[in-house]
């Protein structure tokens, strides 16, 4: 069955600096990938997702994802953070019509 | 992008109540919606497909008759947590898809989510 992993639960950094998020994924043939991120208490925003094609996809809000077939990963990539960037962040892939969900990774963002 | 609009935003009911979730598409028509339970500081676990005019389709451990499901018609699905406890007392959320956007694996948009607490 397809799943998705996210190897950290918390990640923190300065703001300004650089974040990347890992995901990995098992499925035999090419996914169906995204990111969403959470705030607090709200709902999903879609970040970005890859179905085929360029393997390194631009999303809103400055973030980018490359696919990596070799590695089964989609990490999440932002080169500078804000401290707006503070949320939960989901990678997920398709599996039928269904989306499932890593477990996340909570970003805190450091004055 | 599509938008989905989830009501209410936030319930409290009493224990042995039931209470239900709407889940509508506002700009499209969704065939299939999904609902998600999300634990805090946990991720969105599936619980349910919803089709329309028809069953929907309970992911293993999910409770059918806890946890009714109804999609009567193209832009509206209803969750009903019926005899609600404590333990039920999470947040929902659902999604749909816009079929008219091509293959099955096309992006989901999310409603905002429902904060249901038990007491």
């Known amino acids: 069955a397809q799943s998705v992993t996210q190897p950290d639960i918390h990640i923190t950094v300065s703001e300004g600096a650089s974040l990347e998020l890992r995901c990995n994924y098992s499925y035999g043939a090419t996914p169906y990938l995204f990111w969403y991120v959470q705030s607090p208490g709200q709902g999903l925003q879609l970040l970005l997702k890859y179905f085929s094609g360029d393997t390194l996809v631009q999303g809103i809000k400055g973030f980018e994802a490359e696919f990596k077939r070799s590695q089964s990963s989609f990490n999440l990539r932002k080169p500078s953070v804000h401290w707006s960037d503070a949320a939960e962040y989901f990678c997920a892939v398709g599996r039928g019509d269904k989306i499932i969900f890593g477990k996340g990774t909570r970003l805190h963002i450091l004055p | 992008g599509a938008v989905v609009s989830q009501h209410p935003s936030w319930v409290i009911c009493k224990s042995g109540t039931s209470v239900k979730i709407e889940c509508r598409s506002l700009d499209f028509q969704a065939t299939t919606m999904f609902w998600y339970r999300q634990f805090p500081k946990q991720s969105l676990m599936l619980m349910a497909t919803s089709n329309e005019g028809s069953k929907a389709t309970y992911e293993q451990g999910v409770e059918k008759d806890k946890f009714l499901i109804n999609h009567a018609s193209l832009t509206l699905s209803t969750l009903t947590v019926t005899s609600a406890h404590p333990e039920d007392s999470s947040f929902y959320i659902c999604?749909?898809?816009?079929?008219?956007?091509?293959?099955?694996?096309?992006?989901?948009?999310f409603g905002q989510g429902t904060r249901l607490t038990v007491v």
């Open positions: 999604s749909a898809r816009d079929p008219l956007q091509g293959h099955m694996n096309t992006e989901a948009f």
